[in-house]
């Protein structure tokens, strides 16, 4: 008798706990400070600015916003430069496309299944840069 009481118990307990769990799953009910990417990538704040990655396969784009999320043109930004970084491995300088609306590069991090990418870049006089932890598909 008192082990199918603790037992159903217990599983009373277990079943609160996980319900609990998934209670806030994918949705920000206006939580301060969330932002949502424009066009569904991953989005990292810089100074008064916004930076969204879009990745297909090995091709990288990084579309640039103001702190209103209006698109930037990429001649706003100067000293635009990329790394990738594999772990445990030396990092490699990307070429980045400047495109009207975004910059683009392709990069295969061959073996691994992620790396990252780190954006540095100028912005109205000041220097800074955001960083991406990329997932290979």
Known sequence: MKRSLFTKTGLLVLMGLSGAAFAGEGHDHGVPGAVAAPKGGEIKAGP????????????????????KLKP???????????????????????????????????????????FELVLKFSLNGKDDFVTYNVEKN
């Open 48 to 67: 008064g600015s916004y930076f969204e990655l879009l990745k297909s396969g090995n091709v990288l784009k990084i579309y640039v916003y103001d702190d």
């Open 72 to 114: 930037l043109s990429t001649s706003a930004l100067n000293k635009v430069e990329a790394t990738a970084k594999i772990p445990r491995g030396a990092a490699e300088k990307l070429t980045l496309k400047a495109n009207a609306d975004h910059f683009e590069t392709n990069y295969d991090p061959k073996k691994n299944h992620r």
